[in-house]
């Protein structure tokens, strides 16, 4: 998951409130009933993520501490290359031991007490589903084109979701090759959505373009219905 700025907020109102501003489209609130009552969904990081991490972090960590010992020994003493290599060592050990708490969840909503959970680094983000909201992310301009490189034609593009405190300047953003599943965050995107149409409110359908052949049917509809008037009365 990662962290972006973000200084965009959205307004609030009463639950069956119609929003309507010159500026932003209406928004329709949903009721609270639709959401789940008393459950936490929980959404764990992709075991393959999970493995590669294990597997870096520690056979660098070992090779950190073998070269921390080397700098240590007289012969070899060096306390510049002893300090790289205990900053090295301890980097590798917090990935290490945060790939064991991402198993359990990456991203959780807890229902109970209203919340979405972040499994951020070694830190439990809480967002309350008021301050919540939502919407499809996109990838940075560096990563969009190492994919384009990269990418083969078969490979499935990730997906990208941003997860936001609209009452603090950082949102968070997680992708469908973070968590286990392309299902689970095709759930995730449903439920987080969900939230944000019931304490935010959804935006209203847009109207179906009319084909230009209805449109001329309509308007000699309408011309032919018209009667006749005497614009000189």
Not at 184 to 210: M, T
């Amino acid at each position: 998951m990662s962290e972006e700025n973000s200084a965009e907020t959205f307004g609030t109102g009463n639950a069956g409130e119609i929003r309507t501003d010159w500026n932003e489209p209406e928004l329709i609130r949903l009721s609270a009933d639709t959401l789940p009552k008393d459950t936490v969904h929980c959404y764990p990081a992709k075991k393959s993520l999970i493995v590669r991490r294990r597997l870096i972090s520690g056979i660098s960590g070992t090779a950190f501490l073998a070269s921390l010992v080397f700098f240590l020994l007289p012969d070899s003493l060096s306390i510049v290359s002893a300090v790289i290599s205990t900053v090295g060592f301890i980097i590798c050990l917090l990935v290490f031991l945060q790939s064991f708490l991402i198993t359990g969840f990456r991203i959780a909503i807890d229902y109970g007490k209203q919340e979405v959970v972040l499994r951020y680094q070694f830190q439990k983000i809480r967002i309350p589903f008021e301050d919540f909201d939502t919407r499809e992310g996109k990838q940075d301009d560096t990563e969009a084109q190492l994919s384009r490189i990269f990418l083969r034609a078969t490979k499935v593009v990730p997906k990208y979701l941003i997860l936001d405190n609209v009452r603090e300047s950082a949102c968070y953003q997680t992708t469908s090759k973070d968590l286990a599943s392309p299902e689970d965050f095709d759930q995730l995107k449903a439920d987080v959505e969900n939230i944000r149409d019931v304490f935010r409110g959804k935006p209203s359908e847009p109207l179906e373009p009319i084909l230009e052949e209805d449109e001329m049917t309509r308007i000699i509809n309408s011309a032919l219905a018209d009667k006749p008037k005497n614009i000189d009365e």
